[in-house]
């Protein structure tokens, strides 16, 4: 049973123009919600995150939306840039745990 | 440095024997997390520790793997009698009781 899913395996977005990056969970338990960024042969680097009690939160190029009447998450990244090309991993937690996604692969174009 | 740091980055070794993959977290991080990473999925939770404790092994896959964090720092966690379905990269993190987990750059094991 996958709580945390990543429905897109990988996106392709034009440097400059914004990427949306989904993330959907079934458990209504969770309460914080955070974006990992990955690289290959690297741990995942923490990017922003927000709490069940918020529908959105800003840092810098990356905002995280959250609607919780639908289990769903996005992440925006504007304007995109070819260092943002990189797997984006959702997570979730309601003890301390993260739940993870399955990751989707970001590529950012010239 | 200031980061978390795993040993050995990489390591091979033959089907059946025993491995011990060791953790450094963060100084003056209380929480430390182990997940690993198979081919083509997403994280998987292992263990957690605060401080020295384990309150949550519910990840461990089996009574193979086990973990043991001494001095509220230094965690090793050991696979016994390896098959080659523990083949991934595990990862640590560590944090800090209110923080976000930070990531080490994980051990690859590749099991012969």
């Known amino acids: 049973d996958q709580q945390v899913k990543q429905n897109s395996p990988s996106l392709s977005v034009q440097e400059g123009r914004i990427s949306i990056l989904n993330c959907d969970y079934t458990?209504?338990?969770?309460?914080?919600f955070l974006w990992y960024k990955k690289y290959p042969a690297e741990g995942p680097t923490f990017l922003i995150s927000?709490?069940?009690?918020?529908d959105k939160n800003e840092d810098g190029r990356f905002t995280v939306f959250l609607n919780k009447s639908a289990k769903h998450l996005s992440l925006h990244i504007v304007p995109s840039q070819p260092g943002d090309s990189a797997v984006y991993f959702c997570?979730?937690?309601?003890?301390?745990?993260?739940?993870f996604g399955t990751g989707t692969r970001l590529q950012v174009f010239p | 440095g200031a980061g978390v740091s795993q040993s050995p980055s990489n390591k091979v070794t033959e089907k059946g024997k025993d491995v011990e993959l060791r953790c450094d977290p963060i100084?003056?991080?209380?929480?430390l997390y182990w997940y690993r990473q198979s081919l083509g999925q997403g994280l998987e939770f292992l263990i957690y520790f605060q401080g020295n404790s384990a309150p949550d092994k519910s990840g461990l896959p089996s009574d193979r793997f086990s973990a043991e964090r001494t001095g509220g720092s230094v965690s090793t966690l050991t696979i016994q009698r390896t098959q080659q379905e523990d083949s991934a990269v595990y990862l640590c993190?560590?944090?800090?009781?209110?923080?976000?987990?930070?990531f080490g750059d994980g051990t690859r094991l590749s099991i012969l």
């Open positions: 993190a560590s944090s800090t009781t209110i923080g976000p987990q930070h």
């Open positions: 997570a979730a937690t309601h003890t301390d745990k993260l739940i």
């Open positions: 927000i709490s069940s009690i918020k």
């Open positions: 100084s003056g991080h209380t929480a």
């Open positions: 458990n209504s338990m969770f309460d914080y």
